[in-house]
């Protein structure tokens, strides 16, 4: 039983923001660099900007705001389950130990078992954790390339050359 448990066991372009610092990891995506071809101002610029990051975000349904505010915690650690598996374990081997006559050596061996596969449900639970953060992220950066598509073809479109 032990060893079938253990084996399945940003983007803000708004006119005064424009890194990305605030976005890490896998979700960073790439802002791409504008530059005024038809020699507009840097005020133009910031404005020509701002509207084609609104109108990204509504034709994409992303907000890369929202976005980045949604992004993945880093997988924390489950405390306490090799110990409350021990707990579980040793319980259920008194209980066993007693049936059999030595409460005491059931006990051992069910805190040792529980502890084990304590153990090996930590591990499944963080293995899973990760998996599904590592579908999220991916799953955000695949929205800020659609994002980011819509939001230099409108810069294209206001004479920048996009990048």
């Given at each position: 039983?032990i060893?079938?448990?253990?084996?399945?066991?940003?983007?803000?372009?708004?006119?005064?923001?424009?890194?990305?610092?605030?976005?890490?990891?896998?979700?960073?995506?790439?802002?791409?660099?504008?530059?005024?071809a038809?020699?507009?101002?840097?005020?133009?610029?910031?404005?020509?900007?701002?509207?084609?990051?609104?109108?990204?975000?509504?034709?994409?349904?992303?907000?890369?705001?929202r976005?980045?505010?949604?992004?993945?915690?880093?997988?924390?650690?489950?405390?306490?389950?090799?110990?409350?598996?021990?707990?579980?374990?040793?319980?259920?081997?008194?209980?066993?130990?007693?049936?059999?006559?030595?409460?005491?050596?059931?006990?051992?061996?069910?805190?040792?078992?529980?502890?084990?596969?304590?153990?090996?449900?930590?591990?499944?639970?963080?293995?899973?954790?990760?998996?599904?953060?590592?579908?999220?992220?991916?799953?955000?950066?695949?929205?800020?390339?659609?994002?980011?598509?819509?939001?230099?073809?409108?810069?294209?479109?206001?004479?920048?050359?996009?990048?």
């Amino acid at each position: 039983m032990i060893n079938r448990v253990m084996t399945r066991c940003a983007v803000p372009i708004l006119s005064g923001l424009v890194a990305l610092g605030f976005l890490s990891g896998p979700v960073a995506a790439q802002e791409p660099f504008v530059y005024p071809a038809q020699g507009q101002s840097a005020q133009k610029t910031a404005a020509d900007k701002a509207a084609c990051q609104g109108w990204a975000t509504q034709q994409t349904g992303v907000d890369p705001l929202r976005l980045a505010a949604s992004a993945p915690p880093a997988a924390g650690t489950q405390q306490g389950q090799v110990l409350r598996g021990g707990a579980k374990g040793a319980a259920a081997g008194a209980v066993i130990g007693a049936i059999a006559g030595d409460a005491g050596k059931g006990a051992a061996i069910g805190a040792a078992s529980g502890g084990v596969l304590g153990a090996a449900r930590k591990r499944h639970d963080r293995r899973a954790a990760e998996q599904a953060q590592a579908q999220q992220a991916q799953a955000q950066s695949q929205q800020l390339d659609s994002f980011f598509r819509a939001y230099g073809a409108c810069l294209q479109g206001r004479g920048y050359t996009v990048n």
